[in-house]
């Protein structure tokens, strides 16, 4: 197995030498992200070097308890990065919306592939469950973004086609059917991508990690595979499950049409 290559400090001072040359060249041409650039450098760094430490311990303890609570403690994260993303007011009602599709969908999706797809023993094990869950949360998190941006604003701009398909005596879901089915291709269209252009375009991170830690490309290619399935799971059933239960939030008993994003 090829060793791999020992980054040092200097190493990755380098890196960020280069990056700080190239911010500059932004500020250079009066484009107004050099500070957006370095404030999510900095907290990529230090957050990832607060998870290194945390899963390196973690890891060595091999602690069930630890793992469930870094899995919850992503969970909500997931869930509030949602709330921060989605630039749009939400309601009460929405927001928990949002947290039930999140975690039904990443943990159903997270505990099949590890219990009858890996099936590693322990089944808690962190280096599996962790990172798996990370990556299912990550792109989960970015399908509902979307599908509740195309709906609320699918919603507003065919209003009035909705209120007239209430009026001749359509049902809600009939009314709304087209918007909720063009949120949820809008919120896998970015994985759709991806998966197009898996080991083409693009080696995925997983792989690539795996590759670069000198394990054999065949079965890094084995877990990304898998990797791509439990996502596509995740992303697919997690949107469904909001988009099934989301739409009706903006409708009333007498099935009229309401603004449901200022209301609880």
Same mark, same amino acid.
């Given at each position: 197995?090829?060793?791999?290559?020992?980054?040092?400090?200097?190493?990755?001072?380098?890196?960020?030498?280069?990056?700080?040359?190239?911010?500059?060249?932004?500020?250079?041409?009066?484009?107004?992200?050099?500070?957006?650039?370095?404030?999510?450098?900095?907290?990529?760094?230090?957050?990832?070097?607060?998870?290194?430490?945390?899963?390196?311990y973690?890891?060595?303890?091999?602690?069930?308890?630890?793992?469930?609570?870094?899995?919850?403690?992503m969970?909500i994260?997931?869930?509030?990065?949602?709330?921060?993303?989605?630039?749009?007011?939400?309601?009460?009602?929405?927001k928990?919306?949002?947290?039930?599709?999140?975690?039904?969908?990443t943990?159903?999706?997270?505990f099949?592939f590890?219990?009858?797809?890996?099936?590693?023993?322990?089944?808690?094990?962190?280096?599996?469950?962790?990172?798996?869950?990370?990556m299912?949360?990550?792109?989960?998190?970015?399908?509902?973004?979307?599908?509740?941006?195309?709906?609320?604003?699918?919603?507003?701009?065919?209003?009035d086609?909705?209120?007239?398909?209430?009026?001749?005596?359509?049902?809600?879901?009939?009314?709304?059917k087209?918007?909720?089915?063009g949120?949820?291709?809008?919120?896998?269209?970015?994985?759709?991508?991806?998966?197009?252009g898996?080991? #083409? /375009?693009? $080696?995925?991170? !997983?792989?690539?990690?795996? @590759?670069?830690?000198?394990?054999?490309?065949? *079965? %890094?290619? +084995?877990?990304?595979? #898998? /990797?791509? $399935?439990?996502? !596509?799971?995740?992303?697919? @059933?997690?949107?469904?499950?909001?988009?099934? *239960? %989301?739409y +009706?939030?903006?409708?009333?008993?007498?099935?009229?049409?309401?603004?449901?994003?200022?209301?609880?």
């Amino acid at each position: 197995m090829h060793e791999l290559a020992n980054l040092g400090f200097f190493n990755i001072l380098i890196g960020y030498i280069f990056l700080t040359g190239i911010f500059l060249f932004v500020r250079g041409r009066g484009i107004k992200s050099e500070r957006l650039m370095i404030i999510a450098t900095l907290r990529m760094t230090f957050q990832l070097i607060l998870a290194g430490y945390i899963l390196e311990y973690v890891f060595n303890t091999n602690s069930l308890l630890f793992t469930l609570l870094i899995i919850a403690l992503m969970e909500i994260v997931a869930v509030f990065n949602i709330f921060r993303v989605v630039d749009l007011e939400l309601s009460r009602t929405m927001k928990q919306t949002i947290g039930f599709s999140i975690f039904a969908g990443t943990i159903g999706s997270l505990f099949f592939f590890i219990f009858f797809v890996i099936g590693d023993s322990p089944w808690y094990n962190p280096r599996y469950l962790i990172p798996i869950g990370g990556m299912l949360m990550g792109n989960s998190t970015n399908g509902i973004a979307l599908g509740i941006t195309g709906l609320l604003k699918g919603i507003d701009e065919k209003r009035d086609r909705i209120e007239a398909l209430l009026m001749i005596g359509a049902e809600p879901y009939d009314a709304i059917k087209d918007i909720i089915n063009g949120s949820f291709s809008s919120s896998i269209l970015p994985l759709l991508n991806s998966m197009i252009g898996a080991g #083409i /375009v693009v $080696l995925p991170g !997983m792989m690539t990690g795996q @590759i670069l830690s000198g394990e054999s490309a065949l *079965i %890094a290619i +084995k877990y990304q595979i #898998i /990797v791509y $399935l439990g996502i !596509m799971a995740s992303v697919t @059933i997690t949107t469904l499950i909001f988009l099934s *239960i %989301a739409y +009706k939030n903006f409708f009333n008993k007498r099935w009229q049409l309401i603004d449901s994003t200022k209301s609880d």
